[in-house]
């Protein structure tokens, strides 16, 4: 079984950066994608970002050039650079790790002012 942790969320003003991590325990992280999800107030949970065993990377076109997904599985990590960021970005972000059965965080809340 794996377990997911989230962390790096805060609140940061528009414009703003923050760096999000992902640590993954129990398995190795280099058997699995990588997807980076995020759900806002009211919202349903939506999809921002994924990075494949080989570091392929795909962004949504809402995040497209502010944000980066990175991964390090030596470290068994996973990371969402955000920059310049917007008070439409304010969600509960979410780890993904679609290999195994629901590895899924329990999410790191990212709140933006204005």
């Known amino acids: 079984q794996v377990q997911v942790v989230e962390s790096g969320g805060g609140l940061v003003q528009a414009g703003g950066s923050l760096r999000l991590s992902c640590a993954a325990s129990g398995r190795s992280l280099s058997f699995s994608a990588l997807a980076w999800y995020r759900q806002g107030p009211g919202k349903e949970r939506e999809w921002v970002a994924g990075i494949s065993t080989t570091g392929s990377t795909n962004y949504a076109n809402t995040v497209k050039g502010r944000f980066t997904i990175s991964r390090d599985d030596d470290k068994n990590m996973g990371y969402l650079q955000m920059r310049n960021l917007k008070p439409e970005d304010t969600a509960v972000y979410y780890c993904?790790?679609?290999?195994?059965?629901?590895?899924w965080g329990q999410g790191t809340q990212v709140t933006v002012s204005s």
């Open positions: 993904y790790l679609p290999a195994f059965t629901n590895a």
